[in-house]
């Protein structure tokens, strides 16, 4: 391995590591918001705070070691431990790190077996390890998100029938945690459990909009909110919530229509440099074998070179998809 090779390997690993303290350390929001609730605690002496404050002592407590001790160790963790939750799985900090290093030594062990030079093949497990599960997180969530939006109308029309009918809001809302399948189904029962213990019915579903993290709960967060300050038919209001709910989904459907034909485009001109490779490579192999470690012809310069061509590709890529993604 030549000096070249050392010194571009050692300058993508110097960038890595200026990125990752770039976005290290404590969030200051985080940081606020236990001062607040610290002080909250301290010197108001109501009985709600009192009860939030016991709740906050028990699950801190409830904490394994190795959690709170992997903490420090990670950027923002308390974002990351926010993103597992909403997957809707029961994974934890522990296990995610795991799977990281796990699928990172994999990756460089199996770039290292085909000639890649030691420290590129690190670069590359970190980047593989800390990618891929990031990726596959975010769709998890996506697909979790999306799937509480479509039965999210058919929850609130339930809610509606319920007080028609003259139940009370924790019924319908009991109701709705058993009737409904899915992310619904679970984050109403959710709710129902922290209302038991002792939470209002604002903070509890407030807790629930931070999780989820979406507008349309977060709207039926603020209706039942301003109806209990203000009053009038929380039926009618709700049936409203979901006829406007209902036009949002369609109108998210009729833009992904007309967004199709630039998304297609989009996907054609990403995929179109990595067809090409593939058709050079099967008819006429020697032309790109400087890119493959096991070749006579390997060269570390052309395969350092092709991972920038990557690189600006993934960017452009990614500004496409921003330009074509439409937020309603």
Same mark, same amino acid.
């Given at each position: 391995?030549?000096?070249?090779?050392?010194?571009?390997?050692l300058?993508?690993?110097?960038?890595?590591?200026?990125?990752?303290?770039?976005?290290?350390?404590?969030?200051?929001?985080?940081? =606020?918001?236990?001062?607040?609730?610290?002080?909250? +605690?301290? @010197?108001?002496?109501?009985?709600?705070a009192?009860?939030?404050?016991?709740?906050?002592?028990?699950?801190?407590?409830?904490?394994?070691t190795?959690?709170?001790?992997?903490?420090?160790?990670?950027?923002?963790?308390?974002?990351?431990?926010?993103?597992?939750?909403?997957?809707?799985?029961?994974?934890?900090?522990?296990? @995610?790190?795991?799977?990281?290093?796990?699928i990172?030594?994999?990756?460089?062990?199996?770039?290292?077996t085909q000639?890649?030079?030691?420290?590129?093949?690190?670069?590359?497990?970190?980047?593989a390890?800390?990618?891929?599960?990031?990726?596959?997180?975010s769709?998890?969530?996506?697909k979790?998100?999306?799937?509480?939006?479509?039965?999210?109308? +058919?929850?609130?029309d339930?809610?509606?029938?319920?007080?028609?009918s003259?139940?009370?809001?924790? *019924?319908?809302?009991?109701a709705?945690?058993?009737?409904?399948?899915?992310?619904?189904?679970?984050?109403?029962?959710?709710?129902?459990e922290?209302?038991?213990?002792?939470?209002?019915?604002?903070?509890? =579903?407030? +807790?629930?909009?931070?999780?989820?993290?979406?507008?349309e709960?977060?709207?039926?967060?603020?209706?039942?909110?301003?109806?209990?300050?203000?009053?009038?038919? =929380?039926?009618e209001?709700?049936?409203?919530?979901s006829?406007?709910?209902?036009?949002?989904?369609?109108?998210?459907?009729k833009?992904?229509?007309?967004?199709?034909?630039?998304?297609?485009?989009?996907?054609?001109?990403?995929? =179109?440099?990595?067809l090409?490779?593939?058709?050079? @490579?099967?008819?006429?192999?020697? @032309?790109?074998?400087a890119?493959?470690?096991?070749? +006579?012809?390997y060269?570390?310069?052309?395969?350092?070179?092709?991972?920038?061509?990557?690189g600006?590709m993934?960017i452009?890529?990614?500004?496409?998809?921003?330009?074509?993604?439409? *937020?309603?």
């Amino acid at each position: 391995m030549d000096t070249t090779t050392i010194l571009i390997a050692l300058a993508f690993a110097t960038v890595l590591v200026m990125l990752v303290f770039a976005f290290a350390g404590p969030s200051p929001a985080a940081a =606020l918001k236990r001062r607040l609730n610290a002080i909250t +605690d301290r @010197y108001v002496p109501s009985n709600e705070a009192a009860l939030a404050a016991q709740m906050r002592k028990t699950i801190a407590a409830r904490l394994p070691t190795q959690e709170l001790g992997l903490g420090k160790l990670l950027p923002n963790p308390e974002k990351l431990a926010l993103r597992l939750r909403q997957t809707g799985n029961k994974w934890t900090l522990k296990n @995610y790190m795991a799977i990281n290093a796990g699928i990172a030594v994999v990756f460089a062990g199996l770039v290292m077996t085909q000639g890649m030079p030691f420290l590129l093949a690190l670069l590359l497990g970190l980047m593989a390890g800390f990618g891929i599960p990031h990726m596959v997180i975010s769709k998890l969530i996506k697909k979790r998100v999306a799937d509480f939006n479509a039965r999210f109308p +058919d929850a609130i029309d339930l809610l509606v029938r319920g007080l028609r009918s003259g139940l009370p809001i924790a *019924e319908t809302l009991q109701a709705v945690s058993t009737e409904i399948p899915g992310p619904v189904g679970v984050e109403f029962k959710q709710v129902i459990e922290r209302v038991r213990i002792g939470k209002s019915m604002e903070a509890a =579903l407030q +807790d629930s909009a931070d999780t989820l993290g979406t507008p349309e709960f977060q709207f039926f967060c603020i209706t039942l909110a301003i109806q209990r300050e203000t009053g009038g038919n =929380l039926a009618e209001t709700l049936a409203n919530l979901s006829e406007v709910l209902r036009k949002r989904a369609q109108m998210k459907l009729k833009i992904n229509a007309m967004s199709s034909e630039a998304k297609a485009s989009a996907w054609i001109v990403g995929s =179109l440099p990595f067809l090409v490779f593939i058709l050079v @490579y099967v008819m006429n192999p020697d @032309y790109v074998a400087a890119f493959f470690p096991g070749s +006579d012809k390997y060269d570390v310069r052309v395969m350092l070179t092709g991972l920038g061509g990557l690189g600006w590709m993934s960017i452009g890529v990614f500004i496409m998809s921003q330009m074509i993604d439409f *937020e309603i």
